[in-house]
Structure formats: C-alpha cells, structure tokens
C-alpha cells in the first residue's frame, strides 16, 4: 500500500502539470486570434459592460480610450423598471423595460458621441462616452 501512494502522488502532480499547460498560447500578438488592433481599442480588449438598476443607477464600464471598430456589450438589466438603451453612430441597441436579465450585444462602434440611457428616467439615469 505504501508503493501505491507515491505513484497516485507522482500521477496527480503529472495530471496538474498538464492541466497548467493547457491555458492556450502565451502570444500577445493579437492579429494570431484573429483580432485586429482596431477591434480591441485602446483598453486592450473588445468588451465593455453595461449595468442598469436595481436602483435609479446606470454605468458602462471599459469605455476609456476606445477606438472605432467591433464591441461585445454585456448588459446586465437589473430591473423591470428600467432598461439600457445605447446609441450613437450606427448604434441603436435597447433591452426591454418589463425584462431583467443579462443580454449580449455585438456592435460596430465608429467615431463620435455615443450615449445610454434609461429611457423612462433618461434625464436622470443616463451617460456617455467617446469613440476615437
């Protein structure tokens, strides 16, 4: 019994090695994934993050130095008394008023103003941002 342990321990140790080395490739070019500078704007990746509600509160995070080019948007809509509607050039994407939930949005951002609001309290649940 007591040779058995240290071979279940060496397998085990094999096993984790393995696993660790499964994480993809450590590359930073991103042209490689398929991913062109243009998409992956200056924050160094092509997702942003939208968040409406509970309360009387909205937000996109990972807008700082975008440039024009192809986003992933998570919006997580926290209440049935809200939405998240965003919009700007070639951009008009809106979740439903009656509906919670996360949804996910692909979008073509270009240069100029973009903004989102909650559209029954768009006076005081709004925002914006730029794209370069």
Do not use: W
């Not at 440039?67 to 994407?93: C, M, R």
């Amino acid at each position: 019994m007591t040779r058995i342990r240290p071979t279940f321990a060496v397998v085990l140790a094999v096993v984790g090695l393995l696993v660790a080395g499964c994480g993809g490739s450590d590359s930073d070019d991103d042209s490689a994934a398929g991913t062109t500078a243009a998409e992956t704007g200056a924050t160094g990746g092509n997702t942003l993050t939208g968040t409406v509600g509970p309360g009387f509160d909205i937000s996109m995070t990972g807008t700082d130095g975008l440039t024009a080019g192809e986003y992933t948007i998570n919006i997580s809509d926290k209440s049935s008394a809200h939405n998240f509607h965003l919009t700007g050039p070639g951009v008009d994407e809106t979740t439903e008023v009656s509906e919670e939930g996360d949804v996910t949005r692909t979008v073509n951002l270009q240069a100029g103003e973009y903004t989102f609001v909650c559209d029954p309290h768009e006076s005081s649940m709004n925002g914006s941002f730029t794209v370069g």
